[in-house]
């Protein structure tokens, strides 16, 4: 089992449904941005983005389009499993989301997801693998050259926050 089919294994253990997936992911980013409020991360993407009229583009997709930000808090946790302290933390967020489950706005997985992609590209992280939903509602492991559409805006944020590296 590779090391982030061991992520996978994890989330569908738990049960992982869309829900789950944003408070982790969520709870997750906050705690990686030192506890930014939403106001701090989105003034942080706007002050750091090469077109800030993009930034809305983006939070403005990401709000409309559930499975896709599902999708793209999935890239954000496949990355972060790279690191073992964030996974120990990962795995105490989902046993914490399972036990205690809220309700996550679309606006704040947005904004959150697309910050944490922001963090992501400020640390150099490559996404090669990453972890998805199937139709059948099981998360699996895909390389991001198979054409997983939410990578894509991974290399959106790394051009667009490119010089402020």
Request: aromatic share 8%; hydrophobic share 45%.
């Amino acid at each position: 089992m590779s090391n982030l089919s061991s992520l996978a294994s994890s989330l569908n253990s738990h049960r992982s449904d869309a829900a789950l997936i944003a408070q982790v992911c969520v709870g997750l980013v906050r705690s990686w941005s030192s506890g930014k409020d939403l106001d701090d991360m989105y003034r942080d993407l706007l002050r750091n983005a090469a077109d800030s009229s993009s930034v809305d583009q983006m939070v403005f997709q990401l709000e409309g389009d559930p499975e896709y930000a599902e999708n793209v808090a999935l890239i954000v946790l496949s990355a972060a499993w790279n690191y073992p302290e964030l996974q120990e933390e990962i795995q105490w967020l989902a046993e914490a989301a399972v036990e205690s489950p809220r309700t996550v706005a679309a606006t704040e997985l947005a904004q959150t997801v697309l910050y944490g992609m922001y963090l992501m590209a400020r640390h150099g992280a490559e996404v090669k693998q990453v972890a998805y939903r199937t139709p059948q509602g099981a998360i699996e492991v895909q390389t991001v050259d198979q054409g997983l559409a939410a990578a894509s805006l991974f290399d959106t944020v790394r051009e667009q926050y490119g010089a402020s590296l």
